[in-house]
């Protein structure tokens, strides 16, 4: 009997393939919800880790250029440089300093010397130029506290540079530099 009964037999039968379809897509459709997620969550976490190894190794140059820094500041040829006024010898024995130690990363073209009110004296990789539009805020900090520190600052002929700084005394203790 081909007639409603038969029509209504393959709608019968058509029912449970329509639920299984649709249960397969939603099925689909929430696998692959969690695997988008779950790719997310994977690369915000490799993302994270990276920053945290950055910060860290960031953290660490910071440090490394403040122990440099102080150590040259306390050299006796360094001192008596600044004292005489000896540019060349200054940045001579900086550059020398700076190619026998691990702070050769940038080499002796980033140094700096400021003079005890901020202005700068020495810029070595173009000693002859001194002028600068305002003393570093960074600067200025460790001539108020006398305290060695580091920073990431913006230097206005390197750019972003890693910066330790330290005071440079003289044996009764005033700040030359």
Do not use: C
Not at 143 to 151: K, V
């Amino acid at each position: 009997m081909p007639g409603p009964l038969g029509r209504l037999s393959v709608q019968i039968a058509l029912v449970p393939v329509f639920v299984i379809a649709l249960v397969s897509a939603a099925m689909l459709w929430r696998v692959n919800t969690d695997l988008q997620r779950q790719a997310e969550d994977r690369f915000a976490e490799r993302v994270t880790t990276a920053s945290m190894q950055l910060q860290e190794r960031l953290k660490n140059d910071v440090q490394l250029r403040v122990v440099g820094a102080t150590v040259l500041a306390s050299q006796q040829p360094f001192v008596t440089a600044l004292q005489g006024n000896d540019t060349n010898a200054t940045v001579q024995i900086a550059g020398a300093y700076m190619s026998r130690t691990t702070l050769a990363l940038a080499g002796a073209s980033g140094i700096r010397v400021y003079g005890p009110t901020g202005n700068l004296i020495v810029r070595a990789e173009a000693p002859q130029n001194i002028t600068q539009r305002t003393p570093p805020p960074e600067v200025l900090a460790v001539l108020q506290s006398a305290r060695p520190n580091g920073s990431v600052r913006l230097d206005e002929t390197l750019g972003l540079s890693v910066s330790g700084i330290a005071p440079v005394t003289t044996a009764d203790g005033r700040i030359i530099a």
